[in-house]
């Protein structure tokens, strides 16, 4: 009996005290902590010229983007177009569908959603968007 109890205590004892040790000798490791994104991609719609943030489950969110950049090529010379919104400026897609004979290759970039809490988050650019200038009506001469 004695010698049980002597095990016991001894055993407890070890359990103790090498979890003491443990502690010590340890390393204090950090944990990092990343926020989640919601939002994962942008669309571009061609019928309305809007630009549509999509999140992680698909599900579409027209009013979260706050601004984004078109950039394009003409002439070997590039511009660019700060935009604020979700909504081409009329101006530009009076330029982009009437004034242009050729279609244009566009790109939008810095894209910036913002959620529901004032969350700001950056998309990935959103490249080789093609805009085709309006159809005009051809007369047939015979």
Do not use: R
């Not at 944990?31 to 719609?45: G, H, N, P, Q, Y």
């Not at 579409?60 to 601004?67: G, L, Q, R």
């Not at 244009?104 to 998309?123: A, F, P, S, W, Y």
């Amino acid at each position: 009996m004695k010698k049980t109890l002597l095990n016991g205590l001894f055993f407890s004892f070890f359990l103790t005290s090498y979890s003491a040790f443990c502690q010590e000798k340890g390393e204090v490791h950090k944990i990092k902590i990343e926020k989640e994104k919601l939002f994962v991609k942008a669309a571009f719609d061609d019928t309305e010229f809007k630009v549509i943030a999509f999140d992680k489950y698909g599900n579409p969110h027209e009013n979260a983007i706050k601004s984004f950049t078109i950039f394009y090529k003409e002439n070997n010379t590039a511009y660019q177009a700060p935009v604020e919104g979700n909504t081409f400026p009329k101006k530009t897609i009076d330029f982009l569908t009437k004034k242009k004979k050729l279609a244009t290759k566009i790109c939008l970039t810095n894209l910036k959603v913002q959620d529901k809490d004032g969350h700001e988050e950056d998309l990935p650019d959103l490249c080789d968007i093609v805009i085709f200038p309006d159809c005009k009506k051809v007369n047939k001469t015979k």
